[in-house]
T-cell receptor, first 114, second 110 residues
């Protein structure tokens, strides 16, 4: 199946710093990528839809100025958590959609904000 | 908004026993996708159901889509320890975004 990578897999940062997470589709082009957040023992919550060449669409309650998304190419989307705070600590997962409408998920990035 | 509920939230079974998780929606589902997430891992796509009443099998896994397209189920026959994980259903929705169910965490006791 299709492969999606995420980098970094784990990051620990101080409160107030910004963290960038990369999501890449390795063997296919993805016009649409999605960013999810998952808290322990909970389901995945969609944060935003990232479209190549246009602005991301954010879900209700997600601050677009805090979670900056850039879909630079058909194989790369980045999520930047700006001025991170401890409550932003979570598991962030991206997915990329294929032309067959299947979503393949990246391995996730575990963010810990001290 | 749409809510996709799954029951049970947790299930412990003895190895060799069967397991079923149910997915129910307050609105008609577009397409149902099922994912498995191992502890510490990411969701892995299992299958997609599109048609009303559809039944698909993958070895010991049987997936069903309700006639009214408001529910779906995943049944595992003779569970193995490798089946451990959380199983999520997800509706692909009209906007082709995934709305995930609450998940069922399966523990298989050897």
């Amino acid at each position: 199946g299709a492969v999606v990578s995420q980098h970094p897999s784990r990051v620990i940062c101080k409160s107030g710093t910004s963290v960038k997470i990369e999501c890449r589709s390795l063997d296919f082009q993805a016009t649409t990528m999605f960013w999810y957040r998952q808290f322990p023992k909970q389901s995945l919550m969609l944060m935003a839809t990232s479209n190549e060449g246009s602005k991301a669409t954010y879900e209700q309650g997600v601050e677009k100025d805090k979670f900056l998304i850039n879909h630079a190419s058909l194989t790369l989307s980045t999520l930047t958590v700006t001025s991170a705070h401890p409550e932003d600590s979570s598991f962030y997962i991206c997915s990329a959609r294929t032309v067959a409408d299947t979503q393949y998920f990246g391995p996730g990035t575990r963010l810990t904000v001290l | 908004g749409q809510q996709v509920m799954q029951i049970p939230q947790y299930q412990h079974v003895q190895e060799g026993e069967d397991f079923t998780t149910y997915c129910n929606s307050s609105t008609t589902l577009s397409n149902i996708q099922w994912y498995k997430q191992r502890p510490g891992g990411h969701p892995v796509f299992l299958i997609q159901l599109v048609k009303s009443g559809e039944v698909k099998k993958q070895k010991r896994l049987t997936f069903q889509f309700g006639e009214a397209k408001k529910n779906s189920s995943l049944h595992i026959t003779a569970t193995q320890t490798t089946d451990v994980g959380t199983y999520f259903c997800a509706d692909s929705g009209s906007a082709r975004q995934l709305t995930f169910g609450s998940g069922t965490q399966l523990t298989v006791l050897p």
